[in-house]
Every structure is written in structure tokens, then in C-alpha cells.
T-cell receptor
């Protein structure tokens, strides 16, 4: 059974551009969370979605948005990119009420 | 101040040796504490999960301990292997936060040298 998948694996953008990152959860998992991990630091929580609704949001500006689709896959959008948005973006899926999150391999975003 | 602090920041050990990584946290109350292994550029992989009432949990050569009184946890790696080279992240989940809002430490970067 496939784990959490994310695409693309790497991405290079310039300041001011917009980016969309994609995540497919493990089959049967309905909850998806997004994290930003800046080099040398631990991941920071961005969003959590369940049943296509936002269930939690971290301390990130409105330039960050996300959505979840009927098949429970998810997209993270970042507008007006800044240099500081360069990071590894991780997606994690879980069963609703479960005590384990499974992380994808991440998307490495570089903003020049 | 980070609610989950780890030490040391980095560590180099020889293959076959043991090591212990430390995690101090202020998150309270919490439902469980986890240790993850993260290879460079990859997503974290869970090693151990302990509830607030557990003292120790093992997973092969990895043994985690938890002292809820002192708010400390440690991860002990026995007979290290080259493949153990990675970052090890301590994660605490606050009680009653709904859908798993994990609080991550900044990690300890371990290098196992031949």
C-alpha cells in the first residue's frame, strides 16, 4: 500500500510568484495536515483538513491557503512568495481520531 | 521560548557505540510524546509513541523514556549503525487540541561515523 505522496519533489520559484503543492494521503485516511520545515528547524504546523473543511490553522499569513478534495487529497497554495518561504513542505495524513500521523517525503521549495 | 527543546544540537559517534538524545518540554498537559527519525530532505518517520502515563517504549535498538514529573524524555540508541545518521525530533501533542497539533522540537542531528 502506498504511503503519503507529494508532488512535486522539488520546485524553484521567484519572489512574488504563486505555488501549488499537492498531497495524496494514505488510502483510508481522511485527515491531512501541512507543515513547513525551514532548514535546521523542526516542522511548523500550517493547516489541518478533515472532510474538506479546515480544522486547524497555525500562525501563517493569509498568503497561505489550502483545500481538501472529495478523495481526501489536498493542495497547499502560497501566493506572493517571499524568500523566507523557502522550506521543505510536509504533508501528513491520519485516521480521524487516530494517534499516528504519517508523513510524506515533502516538497522542497526554493524561492529566489 | 520553544516549548520543546532538544540537546545536543548535533552529535558524532562511532559505529557500534550507544548514544542518548535529550528532550525537555514545557507543553502541559499533553496526550503523548513521540520521537521521529528524519533523513535529510525526507519526511519524519515515527520511532516511538508514549502516552503521558508511560515511562518507556522500545522499538528495536531505539528506547525512549519519559519522566512526566521533570518533563524530560530521552531516546537511547544501542549499537549504532551508519543508517542511524539522521535528525531525531521530539514531538509533543498537547491535550485537547483537536486534530493532533504536534509541537516539534528542533531536532538533534546524529552522524554515525565508520
Amino acid at each position: 500500500d502506498a504511503g503519503v505522496t507529494q508532488s512535486p519533489t522539488h520546485l524553484i520559484k521567484t519572489r512574488g510568484q504563486q505555488v501549488t503543492l499537492r498531497c495524496s494521503p494514505i488510502s483510508g485516511h481522511k485527515s491531512v495536515s501541512w507543515y513547513q520545515q525551514v532548514l535546521g528547524q523542526g516542522p511548523q504546523f500550517i493547516f489541518q483538513y478533515y472532510e474538506k473543511e479546515e480544522r486547524g490553522r497555525g500562525n501563517f499569513p493569509d498568503r497561505f491557503s489550502a483545500r481538501q478534495f472529495p478523495n481526501y487529497s489536498s493542495e497547499l497554495n502560497v501566493n506572493a512568495l517571499l524568500l523566507g518561504d523557502s522550506a521543505l513542505y510536509l504533508c501528513a495524513s491520519s485516521l480521524v481520531g487516530g494517534n499516528e500521523q504519517f508523513f510524506g517525503p515533502g516538497t522542497r521549495l526554493t524561492v529566489l | 521560548k520553544n516549548q520543546v527543546e532538544q540537546s545536543p544540537q548535533s552529535l558524532i559517534i562511532l559505529e557500534g557505540k550507544n548514544c542518548t538524545l535529550q528532550c525537555n518540554y514545557t507543553v502541559s498537559p499533553f496526550s503523548n510524546l513521540r520521537w521521529y527519525k528524519q533523513d535529510t530532505g525526507r519526511g519524519p518517520v515515527s520511532l516511538t509513541i508514549m502516552t503521558f502515563s508511560e515511562n518507556t517504549k522500545s522499538n528495536g535498538r531505539y528506547t525512549a523514556t519519559l519522566d512526566a514529573d521533570t518533563k524530560q524524555s530521552s531516546l537511547h540508541i544501542t549499537a549504532s549503525q551508519l543508517s542511524d545518521s539522521a535528525s531525531y525530533i521530539c514531538v509533543v501533542i498537547p491535550m485537547n487540541t483537536g486534530f493532533q497539533k504536534l509541537v516539534f522540537g528542533t531536532g538533534t542531528r546524529l552522524l554515525v561515523s565508520p
